[in-house]
């Protein structure tokens, strides 16, 4: 599995331990994912992450996080993920599915996260950001995603799920686990691009906000 280093311009591997958590995760995902059935419209999953030339960043709520991430196994993806015990955790589930690792999140190592970011998008990989990870709020786009937008010139794919049935956990980003056999209907709002947006802080909250609004348009309430 990969992880990007930012201390280096190699991709190299470097596996993460899984924990007993996190290797029931990975279990009870795999199972479960295997009995969902992915529809996205009249496409599919590869025209979603058709990029030429260039990466996209992809946003997503960490509720969505399990189902996305169970869809979008083994498609050449980077995943930004936090440095804390749970953000461990996570990446190690993501690497068993394949996952290039981004550690690294808007609270802590951010300025690592942004160049190993740069360097994926530069390699024509796209990446994928819990907007409102690791600790919430919940529904509130943190400005990181923002910020890689304005930077890098890279568009912004808000990404969904709606299960036809699923469990919600009761933690604070009210967690969608899909029930078997259920139907993942995987949808897309509006992408979000810089264009000739000068790189400033308004410019990224102004980004941050229209990908928020964007994204709340197309998840579940």
Known sequence: MKILNDTTKDIHSTPIKMDT???LIWIIGSLLGSTWRK???KGSIEDILENPGKGKLYAIWHSDLLPLANAFRNKNFSVIVSSSRDGIRASAVAQKWNYTIIQGSS???GFSAYRQSLRALQSNRNIAVTTDG???PRGVVKSGIAHLCVMTGAPVVPLAVHPSRYWQLKSWDRMII??????LTIRTGEIVTAGDLEKSDASIELLRKKIEENLHAISLA
Do not use: W
């Open 21 to 23: 958590i996190s290797a």
């Open 39 to 41: 529809e996205v419209g």
């Open 107 to 109: 609270s802590r190592h």
């Open 134 to 136: 690791p600790r919430g």
């Open 178 to 183: 899909p029930k078997p056999f259920a139907r």
